[in-house]
């Protein structure tokens, strides 16, 4: 408890001094390019009574829920195929690393062309980025399955689907928790991102609209928020981690 209490004094530290740094800045400059710390606090408060908040908010999480549902489900069935048979990853491998090495701003300008805009290449964007992620650490997982145990199993002639279900997904889970954590974080910035460039909804449409009226109290009051979600979600991947036997948080 000591331990833990220090670790929280520690990071209150940092965030405050962080925020004294801001503060003595915003002196030295007009609101108009940097606010103090006040005049975001009360942006941010009346941001959570504003009627369209919640939509808002629910119109982001809805898809980068999608993209990252999108990715996870064709990543993981990737890196099951690729580490299960090496040939295959042979010849799928060059395209993962296509998708890994485009930067996610190629993807946008593709995504408008494919579906409009219309929130739909945001979901294209996050599930295009997950899907590498995802491949690379599933496969690795399921060549680093600890050789006794599939020795084991032979020798209790179990079946591939048994060797499946018992010896290679228990063994490849921290692989796949390991992944779920990077792309959950990175999603939130990929999502809105996306919206910034080709909507004018959600996070990125309420940023867009916030620049557009030259307000940067509120974009960096939506900043803040994103970092919120951003910060709650890796905490509940981290939490089903523990839960499910994976990396403590």
Known sequence: MRGKAALWLRRALGVGLLL???QLA????SPLVLPSVPQVTGTLAGLFREPDFWPTIG????????GLGIGVAVGTVLGLLFGLCPKLEDVGMPFIHVLQSVPPVCWVVLALVWFGFNGWPCVFIVATSTIPTVVINLSHGVRSVDPEL??????????RRKILLHVTLPSIRPYFFSALEIVVGGGWKLAVMGEVLTTNSGIGGAIT???L??????IIAWAFLLVAGCFITQKLVCLLLSRRGGAPC
Request: proline fraction near 3%; include cysteine; aromatic fraction near 12%.
């Open 209 to 211: 609209t916030a620049r």
């Open 59 to 66: 119109t982001t999480l809805l898809r980068l829920a999608l």
């Open 20 to 22: 004294g740094i801001w």
């Open 150 to 159: 599939l020795e084991m199993a032979r020798l209790y002639r179990f079946s």
């Open 213 to 218: 009226n030259i307000q940067p109290d509120a």
């Open 26 to 29: 915003s002196l030295c400059f």
